[in-house]
C-alpha cells in the first residue's frame, strides 16, 4: 500500500532536501505535494488527503501550529510530524494537544526521518483498524442488542451473559417487572406502538427502563415496582391514544420477577396477551387481573366472543344468554370496554382471520366463513377498514415475508 506525504516548509532547500535524497519508496511513501507556508499547507492537505503531513512550526501568513488546529477542526485524521528548533519546544508540546502523532528536533538526519515516519505510519494503520472495528460495532449494535435483548427474555443470565449485556449496556435490574405491549388496527400501527413505548419510558423516569421495539411488540425491563400506579399512568396514555388514532394498543404487565428471572416474567405476559379476555380490547392486563378487572357479566361477554365468534352472533343472542337486558350490556361494555359489543366482536373475527390466512393454506372465501362472515365481499371491507389493506393484499405481503 501506497502513503502520500505533504511537505509544509517555507523553505525551498529543506523541501527539495527532504524530497530528493530519501528513497521514500523503501517504506512505501509517495511525496503527494509540497507548501510553502500554513494556509497553502491547510489548503493542498484537504485537498489531497496525504496520510502524512511533514510540517516546520514557523512559518509565513499561518504558522504550523495554526495550521494544524485547523486541519483538526476540518476532521483531518492522517498522521502529523512537525519539527522545530530546541527553543520552539513548547511550541512543540502545544501540538501534541492537537493530536500530531511526534515532532522531530533540528538538526535531524535523514534515518532520524525515515525511522519517524515509519513510527507515524505504524500508529496511523493501528488507529484507522481501531477506527474501522468500532464503525462495524456501531453499524451492528442495534442488531446485536436486539438479539441479545430477545436471548434474555427466554435464557438465564449467568454471570458470562451479563457482561456481555453489561458491555452493550443493556444490563437489567436484578428485580423487577416486565411490560410488553402489542398493536393490531391499520397502517398507523407501528408509529403508534413507539410513541406508546416512548411515552412509557418517560413516565418511567427516573427508574431504570430498558426497552426493545419488535415487529408489531416492545417490551420493556424496569425497576419500577408500582404496578399500580403504572397502570393509571398506561391507563392515561392509552386514552391520549385512542383519541389520536384506531390503532389499539394491548399491554401487559407482569408480576415482580427476581434475582434476574426475566424469562418467567416474559411466560407470563406471554400467556397474558393469548387471554381471549383481553384479545379485543384496548386495555392493561396484570398478572393478578385485580386492578384493572372488567365486571364479570363483560368477561362472560368477551369469553363468548372468542368462543363463538364464527357463528352468527349479536349483542341481543349474547344479552339473552346471559340473562340480562340487551341495554344493560351496552352499558356495561361502554362502560368497561369504552368500546361496543359489536367493535369487540368485530376485532376479534379480523384478528383471527389475520391469523389464518397467515397460515397460507386457506383462500380468501374460506377464510371468511371461519370467521363468521358469510358475505366475502362485505368481509372484505370490513378487513381493510381495519388493517387497511384487503384480505388478498395481506396474503401477499405476508408471501414477501416468507
Known amino acids: 500500500m ?18 530528493e535524497t530519501i528513497d521514500w519508496s523503501a517504506i512505501d511513501v509517495e511525496i503527494v505535494g509540497e507548501a ?9 492537505a484537504l485537498a489531497l488527503r496525504p496520510d502524512v503531513i511533514f510540517t516546520d512550526i514557523r512559518m509565513p501568513v499561518l504558522n504550523g501550529l495554526e495550521m494544524i488546529e485547523k486541519l483538526r477542526e476540518a476532521n483531518y485524521d492522517g498522521a502529523i510530524i512537525i519539527y522545530s528548533g530546541y527553543q520552539d519546544f513548547e511550541y512543540a508540546r502545544k501540538a501534541l ?22 513510527e507515524a505510519l505504524e500508529k496511523l494503520e493501528q488507529k484507522r483498524k481501531q477506527s474501522q472495528i468500532l464503525g462495524q460495532y456501531e453499524r451492528n449494535l442495534p442488531l446485536l442488542k436486539e438479539k441479545l435483548f430477545q436471548k434474555m427474555l427466554k435464557e438465564s443470565l449467568n454471570e458470562e451473559f451479563k457482561e456481555q449485556l453489561k ?32 411515552d412509557l419510558i418517560s413516565e418511567l423516569n427516573p427508574n431504570q427502563a430498558l426497552s426493545q421495539i419488535f415487529e408489531n411488540s416492545f417490551v420493556i425491563i424496569t425497576d419500577c415496582l408500582d404496578t399500580k400506579g403504572l397502570c393509571e399512568k398506561i391507563d392515561r396514555l392509552l386514552l391520549a391514544q385512542q383519541r389520536k388514532s384506531d390503532v389499539k394498543i394491548f399491554i401487559q404487565i407482569s408480576s415482580v420477577y427476581e434475582d434476574y428471572q426475566i424469562p418467567k416474567a416474559y411466560e407470563e405476559v406471554i400467556a397474558l396477551s393469548q387471554n381471549p379476555l383481553f384479545l379485543a380490547a384496548n ?5 393478578e387481573l385485580a386492578l384493572h378487572p372488567y365486571k364479570q357479566l363483560v368477561k362472560a361477554a368477551l369469553k363468548l366472543i372468542s368462543e363463538e365468534y364464527d357463528k352468527k352472533l349479536t349483542i341481543r343472542d349474547a344479552a339473552e344468554r346471559l340473562y340480562v337486558s340487551e341495554s344493560h350490556l351496552m352499558h356495561e361494555f361502554k362502560e368497561n370496554v369504552g368500546k361496543t359489543f359489536n367493535e369487540c366482536l368485530t376485532e376479534y373475527r379480523i384478528m383471527k382471520a389475520k391469523e389464518l390466512l397467515a397460515k397460507g393454506n386457506l383462500r380468501v372465501n374460506e377464510v371468511a366463513v371461519m370467521v363468521g362472515y358469510q358475505d366475502v365481499k362485505y368481509f372484505g371491507q370490513v378487513f381493510k377498514e381495519m388493517v387497511g389493506m384487503t384480505p388478498s393484499q395481506f396474503l401477499q405481503e405476508i408471501n414477501e415475508k416468507i
Open 2 to 19: 501506497k502513503y502520500g506525504m505533504l511537505i509544509v516548509d517555507d523553505e525551498y532547500l529543506v523541501r527539495t532536501g527532504i524530497r
Open 167 to 198: 458491555t452493550i449496556g443493556i444490563l437489567p435490574p436484578e428485580r423487577g417487572i416486565l411490560i410488553r405491549g402489542e398493536s393490531f388496527g391499520k397502517n398507523s400501527e407501528t408509529i403508534a406502538l413507539e410513541a406508546m413505548e416512548k
Open 97 to 118: 494537544e492537537y493530536g500530531v502523532v511526534t515532532y522531530l528536533l533540528k538538526p535531524f538526519n535523514n534515518d532520524d526521518l525515515l525511522k519517524k515516519v515509519k
Open 283 to 287: 386495555t392493561v392486563a396484570t398478572s
Open 36 to 44: 510553502v507556508n500554513g494556509k497553502q499547507g491547510l489548503e493542498a
